[in-house]
């Protein structure tokens, strides 16, 4: 199993009834998808994540018709992460999750999921960093452990107008807000997005692999759709960011050049 540092072009056969043909050339770090309400642009990053959803193979999608070219180009499988941003009930297909851990909405979901995720983050993490000291090799400790206190220190800059902290003594994430302890699951609809988007790009440990977000402005302040994208690749230089959005503000800070409007991407067959 070869894994793909980044996605170079993404071929779509016969969308919409076979009138139209999608040709996507992308860019190394940040790929931001643009158009008009109904003209495709979540249709086509939900075709591309059906396709690898399984396993990640890209030798055999599991959707036909979906052709994906990377670097390298004999790589047979992508790491991969989706986020969706709405914060809706949980589906009746979730009701044991909901009822065994006390969840309400999606976004309660995927942060339950990542919390499972962030501890073995942290046994992994442990573990190298325990190899790194029997080696007598402090500095490589210290690098190992960085990329979670950086995420922390981010989440609590963020946070910080609201007097919320990362409580840094505990596995879980948990915050404190003014003598107050709470679970991610108590936290505003925008700073439960912010902090699954976050946790995702931590626990991926800086390895190459691609991010899709379908409209991850939903519920974020404008200041955090400014920021979102050079958060992200602050915590992962290696992470291939590919989004879609309606929210000028998402690119505003550098990454106007990286949008590419659908119309431009679709042929007529």
Known sequence: ????????????????SGKRHVVWNLDRRVN???????????TIINKVVKSIEADGNIANPTLKGVHIKTSPEDATHIRFDVIRSFDRPIVNGD?????DHGLATELDLQLYKLQRKYLDYQVNMGN???EALHHGDTQAAQAISEPKKKFQDIIDELFRETAKKIVRTENEIRFSQIGETLLPYQL???EKQMLVILLTVLVEDKQPYILFMDEPEVSLHVDWQERLISIILEMNPNVQVILTTHSPAVIMNGWMGHVTEVND???DT
């Open 128 to 130: 190298r960093i325990i």
């Open 95 to 99: 009701m044991t999750s909901r009822m």
């Open 188 to 190: 505003s609809s925008g």
């Open 265 to 267: 991407i679709l042929i």
């Open 1 to 16: 199993m070869k894994h793909a540092d980044y996605i170079e072009q993404i071929e779509i056969d016969s969308l919409w």
């Open 32 to 42: 931001v998808l643009s158009g008009i309400n109904g003209v495709g642009k979540s």
